[in-house]
């Protein structure tokens, strides 16, 4: 029998993959056009959505030099580096994860990348470094892309057979200092919270979180235990994702993790999540441990597998006091407004979610299917059910986490088109219908505990207006 790994923890780095963030009520400032909270540079020309003519929202940069789209994130987290830097990697690159995988061979020696999930091949394929605090990513031209059966490294070493997915093999190495790279500094204000902005060497900035300088430390909105929303540590180790692990081999030391792929250093904190709705206790860094324990399924204490990610000690609870309150203010104007996190000061320190007035809920840029692109529905369903048994009006079923709170989205987007349908739930449904492969209308089981809502499709026009810039 294995022993326990280590569990997949959150990924709060440079640019913030921030769970459980959690929003004040809003007061709202109108008639005003929010700032813009990104800046181009002399190489890097920014590439940003603007909706409704008012809201400009940064999507990424456009790299004059080497002509191609970058950004210092993608939808797997941030392109980091040791030093809170990160670099404005090309999009649509084949990834390869060091010490993890794909590889081609049955020892896991010849890497290759998974290509983009967009389909095609990328030009460059990253090499994602096991440790960010002490490396940077590593970029290769990439070859064309193949199917291959591939072999993936597990946490023992192991090289054991995976799928068969598509790849691309590496052609050259990138020479280091091809791509931009930018460092995280902490704005000047006499506020206790102020911004953090990822500076790079060409001038570009874009603002990715806050900082506390009463506390010294990068910090995010977040739920400290007392209900008020706070700004708290956002560059923690975490213990109760995934195994329960501890620092001892009688299993009696509790201890927090953190995967050190994702991790900007150094760590100012731990949080003991409680529950599955993302709040916690947080708690003081403790010693970094060399090993982590965990109950095997015999019940033993056995050591865990803990070569990529930090182990360290729980340190005392913080109490939720000790983190300054964060409000929320939405700037804009009638029809869309740009959401804003503030702590202590009159300025906005971080800019979040779009949010549609006429539905007071976030809206995202997506293509309409009228051809044009609008701040749809935030909130995506698959819209895939109907309301009665003759499968004539559109419903969906929302799976329940139980971290709802009662409060549902009234307005969606179909999360499998593109271009992309809009939906008003209209009411909820005690059944709902589906048609089977031969085509008839049937009763719909949910497979895990739902609620099923009526819809009726919205026209585009019903959403604001979006358009595509650069610099």
């Known amino acids: 029998m294995r022993a326990p790994t280590l569990a997949a923890g959150l990924c709060l780095g440079v640019l913030g993959c921030d769970a459980g963030e959690r929003a004040a009520p809003a007061v709202t400032e109108r008639d ?18 603007r909706v409704d003519d008012l809201v400009d929202v940064l999507v990424g940069f456009h790299d004059a030099m080497l002509a191609v789209d970058c950004a210092f994130a993608d939808e797997q987290g941030g392109h980091l580096g040791p030093g809170a830097t990160a670099y404005c990697l090309p999009d649509g690159m084949a990834r390869h994860r060091e010490g993890s995988g794909p590889y081609l061979d049955g020892q896991c020696t010849e890497a290759v990348g998974v290509a983009p999930p967009s389909g095609g091949a990328g030009a460059f394929a990253v090499v994602q470094p096991r440790d960010a605090c002490t490396r940077a990513p590593v970029v290769y031209a990439a070859r064309s892309a193949e199917l291959r059966r591939v072999y993936v490294k597990e946490a023992s070493g192991l090289c054991v057979l995976g ?22 500094v902490a704005e000047v204000s006499p506020a206790r919270i102020g911004a953090r902005v990822l500076v790079a060497e060409d001038g570009a900035r874009v603002v990715v979180g806050g900082y506390d300088r009463v506390r010294g430390e990068a910090v995010r909105v977040g739920d400290a ?39 900007t250093c150094p760590l ?70 740009r959401r804003s996190t503030r702590g202590d000061g009159p300025e906005a320190v971080t800019w979040t979610e779009i949010v549609d007035v006429a539905t007071s809920e976030a809206c995202v840029v ?56 809009a939906f008003e739930a209209t009411g909820d449904l ?7 492969p031969s085509g008839r209308c049937t009763r719909f089981t949910p497979a895990v505990p739902s609620r099923l809502f009526a819809a009726r499709e919205l026209p585009p026009s019903r959403f604001p207006p979006a358009t595509t810039h650069r610099d």
């Open 32 to 49: 005003a056009a929010p700032p813009r909270d990104f800046a181009s540079g002399s190489r890097l020309r920014a590439r940003y959505h």
């Open 225 to 263: 235990g007392d209900g008020e929303a706070r700004w708290v540590p956002s560059r923690v180790a975490f213990r109760g994702t995934g195994e329960l692990l501890f620092g001892d081999a009688t299993c009696a030391q509790p201890v927090a993790t953190k995967i050190a792929r994702t991790a």
């Open 163 to 184: 799928d068969r997915i598509v790849v691309q093999p590496f052609g050259d190495r990138v020479p280091e200092g091809t791509f931009v790279r930018a460092t995280e």
């Open 366 to 421: 997506a293509p309409a299917t009228d051809g044009t692109l609008r701040c749809l529905p935030g909130a995506a369903e698959v819209v895939n059910l109907y309301a009665e048994d003759t499968c004539a009006s559109p419903a969906f079923a929302h799976p329940l986490t139980g971290c709802e709170g009662g409060r549902f989205a009234r307005v969606v987007r179909d999360a499998l088109d593109t271009p992309a349908r």
């Open 268 to 337: 100012s904190g731990a949080v003991v999540l409680e529950g599955a709705c993302g709040g916690g206790t947080y708690h003081a860094l403790g010693e970094p441990l060399a090993a982590a324990f965990g109950v095997s399924a015999s019940g033993a204490c056995v050591r865990a597998e803990s070569s990529a990610t930090f182990v360290v000690a729980l340190g005392e609870a913080v109490p939720a006091s000790a983190f300054s309150v964060a409000t929320v203010v939405d700037v804009g104007g009638a029809r869309v407004r």
């Open 430 to 436: 005690a059944v709902a219908f589906t048609r089977d």
